[in-house]
């Protein structure tokens, strides 16, 4: 399936935390912070439901496409209409042509709230 820019109609927030240590080295306080707001498109892959395990949680993965950047790191986090996409892998480029970054992520529904 090829991307067009005119497929990029989501949009997105990337983020990822800081954190303040004390002079142990301990962290006391984390912060978010916005890495950039991006227009992506957003494709819906695999959903899992987990039954009878100990964490009773759903998965959903997707994978998102936006315009490339070479500054979105692994631990990263995507908020996407108040859902909160986690990174499964680095980033990579779609076609070798430094055109598009494609972010394979997965949101993690706790039991009960689908």
């Not at 927030?13 to 006391?28: L, P």
């Not at 986090?77 to 494609?102: D, K, N, Q």
Request: with cysteine.
């Amino acid at each position: 399936m090829k991307t067009t820019i005119a497929d990029l109609n989501e949009r997105i927030q990337i983020v990822y935390f800081t954190a303040e240590r004390n002079e142990r080295g301990d962290i006391i306080n984390t912060q978010e912070v916005e890495r950039c707001q991006v227009w992506a498109k957003v494709y819906p892959l695999t959903a899992k439901i987990s039954e009878g395990t100990p964490e009773h949680s759903n998965k959903i993965s997707y994978r998102v496409t936006i315009r490339h950047r070479d500054d979105i790191k692994p631990d990263d986090e995507i908020v996407w209409r108040e859902r909160r996409l986690r990174l499964l892998s680095p980033p990579y480029c779609l076609g070798g042509r430094r055109e598009f970054t494609a972010i394979e992520c997965e949101e993690v529904i706790p039991d009960g709230t689908t």
